[in-house]
Structure formats: C-alpha cells, structure tokens
C-alpha cells in the first residue's frame, strides 16, 4: 500500500471513444440535486475550517421548537396555502444550474461566480457556432517533443467536426507556443481570455507552465481543464474549483517506484536520482526524501540539472561514480534520451525508473535505439509506470483502439505514431470531447458552471487504457488518472521498441481524495 506524501492514499493512476456507440460518459450526480445544494459552501477559506459544518446543525433545532406555539393558534386556514406556493421556488427550472452567486458544482467544489470579472460571460467562447479552446504549449526549446501533443488534438478536432459535431458547433484550437516559459505561458494565455474569445483552456503542458497561469484562470473564471502535468496541486477544488489535471500523480509514481525497489532490492537499497530544477522534478526529489513509501531507501545522490541546459552528461558523470543499485530519473523529453546514452555508454547497469512522461518510443528511443538495445540486452532498460496503450508499440499493433486511432491520425493529419506525440493528442482530445458532451447534455446547455460540474462528476473510461476507470467526484476524488503498471523499454530481436510489463495494473481509483485534505 502507497502512501502520498499528503498523508493520504496514494494518488495513482476516454475518450470520448470514436462514435455514439462507443461513449461512455456519465454524470454521476443529479444536477437537480447540484443545484439545490448550491449555495450551502460559500466562499471557503482552506481545508481546516470545520466550523462551517456545525451551523446548519443549530439552526434546525431552535426554529421547529417556536413555530407550533404560534402558528396554529393563528391563521390555520392561511397558512398551508402560502407554503405550497413557496416551494416551487427551490427548484428552477427543473433544476438548470445556477449561473451567478455560490453554485455547488460537486462535493465540496464551489464555483463563487460573484467574484467572477464584471464582463465574465458563462457562454463566451461557445454563444456562436464554434467551441474556442485554448492551450499553451512547447512548439520550440528543451521540450519541443511536445508540441506534437497540440497538433494530434487538432487532427481529432478535425475529425469530430467532420463526424460527429458538439451541438452543431466546431470545434477549434488556439494553440500557441511557450517554448516552456512560464512567462510565455502566461502571457499566451493572458492574450487568449482577453483577445481570442477562449471557452476554456486545456492540456497546457508542463507543471511550472500550468502553476503559473492557475492565478489567471482562476481570477477569470475561466476552466483550465487537464493539465498535462502530474503535480500534486492540480486535485484541489476545494480552492481552485476551476483547474484539475490530467496524468498519474509524479508522487505516487515515485511511490510505486519505492515499493518496487524495497521488494526487489530490500531495505537499505542505494538510488541515485537525476532531477530537473523545476517543480516537476522536486516532486519526485521531495518524495524520495519524504514519502514514508520511500523511507527505506538510501538516497546517495541527487543531481539537479537545468531545464534549459544543453545536456546532462556532467550529472550523469557523477550519479554513474555512486555505483549505485537504482538510478531514478525525474527528467523529461530530449533529457530522456540523454540519459539512456551516457548509462548505454558506462558500465553501471542500475535498475532504472524513469518519468512516465519520457514513454514516448519513437520520439525519447528510437534517436538512441542502439543505446536502448545495449540496456536491453542487460535488462537494465529504463522502467516507467504508464497508464495507456503507447501507438507505435508492436505490442499494440492489431488492438482494435490503437488501429483507430491510427486511421484517425493518417486520414486528419497524414501522420502515424512514428511521428512523434501525436497519438497522445488524439487521447487528450478524447478526454475533453467526452466533457464537453456531458456538459453539452445538462439543462441549459454548454456554458462554464456545467462544464465545471460535468468534469468534476466525470465518470468514464477509454480504450486506450491499459485498465481503470476515470472518474472524479469533487473533493471525495480529485484526480483523473489512478492507475499504472510498471513496464521497460526494451529492443526485440528484430530491433523494434517495445514496453515489457514488470507486474501488474495497479488501480487506486478513488483513493487519492483531494490535495491537502
């Protein structure tokens, strides 16, 4: 058993699937019952305020003790025929979610829309013909891999809009690069709410990217929905009901990293960890220091690179001289591949678990596929928890899902999985459409309060899973992915790239709660 270095379980780890047989999605939640609730959590200040629970219990007691004294005595005729009257109040509609004040979206997720900007427009971005999306993203720098992630949710954009439009209306992407600066980043987006009519933002890539634009989007009431990042913060919507992630959780990866290496290695095993400098990286470094999962590890050394260095060879340099049992790398993107050929390149064979976020074959291995295959063939091919189906895995060839997502990407976007991050695109695209859908389906229509509340009483799954569910429900469950299973990359006798399961799916679904709580 995990535990997350919030003192909680641990939080681990849709698609819309292609076509109206295909979707899953659900509202778990009665939106009649949203509504009514709505007003009950006003502005709440943190995690810790109990007191706000004890009021409602009070007033109950003293009002039924007062009323039968005196209303009976009185007007017995009058009164039951002025109660009916005032109780159709409660429920508007038919039960369409408020759209000004306190609305309750979920369990204990408020959108205080009277702090909302003065122009703030519930329909902007979706009062004409088409649904405007925004996203920022690395189309150049260290990370640029990743702007691939952009161009395969325009390609399923595409498709959508050709088959199976939202409510009649296109689909389309604003999708401008950061080159992974937190100040384009904000920028970008500042220039998006105010100038490009944006409905909402979603899978803006990388954790110090999406930390820097939550204070934009949440002072506009603006949805900044499944950020690409796997930081910790991104399952509080107790406080930031307007923002919620997307992949596994980086502490419980390194969590299932620390069990895995107490069981293999035992007590006392020696780690030496890579770490870029950014809040990415230090939740991997904070949970080796701090997790209790981790406590019986011996951390020997901890090399922190720049995020926008050349290389890390003068790192590696070091972390090979530990000798070390496990090698553990909280690095992404080319830093992947770096590090895969300066290990292939040295005599250390450590086992090595790397970020999810380098499970990308053909773009982070098949550059250094010679390095890969001389891992390989010692068994020392770096190990990662992935959540999903990786495209352009041989393993994958003939699975019906992977095969229509790769028709999508060839007939949309003339491209194949070989290509890069594309596929992943097609994966993330899915998991909006399905919100979208649902919110689309709620009493009143798309605007912002329903698709707060359609992401956050999510319930669905998608194909390209390797198992698991995707499900939210406010504060009792505030994190998209929750379930993994550890597999290495590995080079085939016929030299193709492939991931080989090291153990079973591991599936917390539900058990992460909510950052904090």
Same mark, same amino acid.
């Not at 020392?380 to 041989?394: E, F, H, L």
């Not at 399961?501 to 909510?514: I, N, Q, R, S």
């Given at each position: ?52 629970? &004890?009021?409602? #219990?009070? $007033?109950? /007691? !003293? =009002? +039924? @003790? *007062?009323? %039968?004294?005196?209303?009976?005595? &009185?007007?017995? #005729?009058? $009164?039951? /025929? !002025? =109660? +009916? @009257? *005032?109780? %159709? ?429």
């Amino acid at each position: 058993m995990f535990l997350s270095v919030t003192g909680e379980m641990p939080i681990i780890g849709t698609n819309q699937p292609i076509g109206e047989k295909m979707r899953t999605s659900r509202i778990k939640r009665s939106v009649a019952g949203l509504m009514a609730a709505g007003l009950i959590f006003a502005a709440c200040g943190s995690d810790d305020e109990p007191a706000s629970t &004890e009021a409602p #219990a009070e $007033e109950p /007691a !003293e =009002e +039924p @003790a *007062e009323e %039968p004294a005196e209303e009976p005595a &009185e007007e017995p #005729a009058e $009164e039951p /025929a !002025e =109660e +009916p @009257a *005032e109780e %159709p109040a409660e429920e508007p509609a038919g039960g369409a979610l408020a759209l000004e004040g306190d609305v309750e979206v979920a369990a204990g997720t408020t959108l205080a829309l009277g702090d909302c900007p003065d122009d703030w427009d519930p329909m902007q971005g979706v009062d004409g013909d088409e649904i405007r999306i925004g996203q920022t993203l690395p189309q150049s720098g260290a990370l640029a891999a990743f702007g691939a992630i952009g161009e395969g949710m325009q390609i399923y954009f595409d498709y959508i809009n050709d088959t199976d439009p939202i409510e009649g209306k296109n689909l389309v992407l604003i999708a401008k690069d950061d080159g992974y600066e937190a100040g384009r980043a904000v920028a970008n987006v500042e220039e998006m709410i105010d100038s490009d009519d944006v409905f909402a933002l979603a899978h803006n890539i990388g954790t110090p990217i999406n930390f820097a634009i939550r204070p934009i989007t949440d002072e506009a009431c603006v949805p900044q929905l499944f950020n690409s990042s796997g930081f910790p913060f991104w399952g509080d919507p107790a406080n930031f009901p307007w923002t919620v992630g997307n992949i596994l959780n980086y502490a419980t990866e390194t969590e299932i990293w620390c069990k895995s290496i107490i069981d293999d290695f035992g007590p006392g095993a020696t780690v030496a960890a890579l770490i870029m400098n950014n809040d990415f990286g230090k939740t991997y470094q904070n949970t080796l220091n701090d997790s209790e999962a981790c406590a019986e590890i011996d951390l020997v050394s901890e090399q922190v690179h720049d995020p926008a260095g050349a290389d890390v060879t003068n790192e590696m340099t070091t972390l090979i001289a530990t000798d070390a049992d496990v090698f553990v790398s909280g690095t992404t993107s080319k830093f992947c591949s770096q590090s895969t050929a300066v290990l292939a390149g040295s005599e250390w064979r450590p086992r090595t678990y790397m970020s999810y976020t380098c499970n990308n074959l053909s773009s982070f291995f098949a550059p250094v596929i010679d390095a890969a295959a001389t891992l390989s063939a010692d068994d020392a091919g770096p190990w990662m928890a992935n959540s999903n189906k990786i495209c352009g895995d041989p393993v994958w060839a003939d699975d019906p899902k992977i095969l229509e997502v790769e028709s999508i990407l060839a007939e949309y976007g003339d491209v194949t999985c070989a290509d890069g991050s594309y596929s992943t695109g097609i994966l993330y695209g899915e998991f909006l459409v399905d919100v979208l859908r649902s919110a689309a389906a709620l009493e009143g229509g798309l605007n912002r309060v329903n698709l707060m509340a359609a992401v956050w009483n999510a319930d669905t799954t998608n194909d390209t899973l390797l198992g698991g569910t995707l499900q939210l429900d406010g504060v009792n469950d505030a994190y998209w992915t929750e379930g993994a299973q550890l597999q290495a990359v590995s080079v085939t006798d016929a030299g193709d790239l492939v991931f080989e399961p090291k153990g079973d799916f591991v599936d917390f679904e539900g058990a992460g709660g909510a950052f904090g709580s």
